[in-house]
Structures are given as structure tokens and as C-alpha cells.
């Protein structure tokens, strides 16, 4: 078994921001995989599938960003999961936009969400696919950017990014080691 949270706000208002990165790439992976979101469980939306017998979650915590540790602990303890039966993606800032960069363990950074799942777990390390947001040719404070409306022009770059971070999910799933997964998937 194997849980993937994509970290995101609930709500139509944060629909297609670039703080709904994890969301987004759960949903692209959902639908790969041939699942959707049916129930709602341990404050997160889950889809469930099998792949080669193999249960997989895909979750998108429903507490808003800054307490996404709480659906994450929930589900934990709701399937008996460890460290290294889940991963966690979302949106960075400090990663130039279209970058995908996934660790092993790290700190939360300045990510408020990460800071949550951090905090409520009490672990570090496990599995983070980050999706690169920074835009040089922006300058607004990282509050408002984070949560502004993906521009037309970047849908494409964000798209592929996002496709990317899904088939990464999915590989770590499907029981692919992190190295290789970030061998194949960083950049």
C-alpha cells in the first residue's frame, strides 16, 4: 500500500493557484491511474486504485494549506503506513517555475503545508516531489504570489511539470527506489 497527498486550499477561489500544485498533480495522477475522488476520509478527499494488486491512495487534504498535517497523521494512522509507504507533493518558491525536485527527507522550508505535515507527523523523513513556482520577472510578496492565478502563458510549462510530478508518484508507488525516481524525474 502506498499513499500519495498532494498538498493544495479546498474551494473554487484557489482553483488553477500556484499554492494547488499538489492538488493538481493528485488529480492528473487520479486520472492515470482511472480512479476519482469518491470519498471524503480522515479530513482529505481519497481515490483508490490497484495497480498490479497493489492498493494506492491519492489524497488532497480538506483543512486548508496550513493544516494539511492533520488529514496527513490521520491517514497514516488510519492505514499503518510508515515513512517510506507515502509521499507528499506540492508547490516551492524557492525552486524556479517548471522544476521538478524530488528528496528523500529535507526540512519543511518556508512551506507552511510541508511545516504542518512536519509537525503533526513528527517526520522528516519521507518522500517530497516539489513543483518549482518562482517566477524572477515577478515581484509581489510570496503570500499573494502563492495564491494568484496561474497566467495563460505558463499553463503549458505548469501542465508538463505537473504530468511529470504524477508519473513520479506513481513510480515511487509502484515500488520504484526514490534514488532512481529522482535520477529520472529532477530537473
Do not use: W
Not at 51 to 62: F, L, M, N, S
Not at 66 to 82: D, E, H, I, W
Not at 96 to 105: Q, V
Amino acid at each position: 500500500m502506498y499513499l500519495v497527498v498532494g498538498l493544495g486550499n479546498y474551494g473554487m477561489e484557489y482553483a488553477n493557484t500556484f499554492h494547488n500544485m499538489g492538488f493538481m498533480a493528485a488529480d492528473i495522477l487520479a486520472e492515470k491511474l482511472g480512479v476519482r475522488f469518491k470519498k471524503k476520509e480522515c479530513e482529505a478527499l481519497v481515490a483508490e486504485a490497484y495497480v498490479r494488486g497493489e492498493k494506492i491512495i491519492v489524497a488532497k487534504p480538506q483543512t486548508y494549506m496550513n493544516n494539511s498535517g492533520r488529514a496527513v497523521k490521520q491517514l497514516l494512522a488510519k492505514y499503518k503506513l510508515t515513512k517510506e509507504q507515502f509521499c507528499v507533493i506540492y508547490d516551492d518558491y524557492d525552486l524556479p517555475k517548471g522544476t521538478l525536485r524530488i528528496r528523500p527527507s529535507g526540512s519543511a522550508g518556508t512551506h507552511n503545508g510541508m511545516r504542518s505535515v512536519i509537525g503533526e507527523t513528527g517526520m522528516s523523513e519521507f518522500t517530497r516531489i516539489r513543483v518549482g513556482i518562482h517566477d524572477d520577472n515577478v515581484d509581489i510578496p510570496v503570500m499573494n504570489y502563492v495564491l494568484s492565478h496561474i497566467r495563460a502563458a505558463d499553463d503549458d510549462l505548469f501542465y508538463k511539470a505537473l504530468d511529470r510530478a504524477a508519473d513520479a508518484a506513481r513510480a515511487l508507488a509502484e515500488g520504484e527506489r526514490t534514488d532512481l525516481v529522482m535520477n529520472r524525474y529532477n530537473g
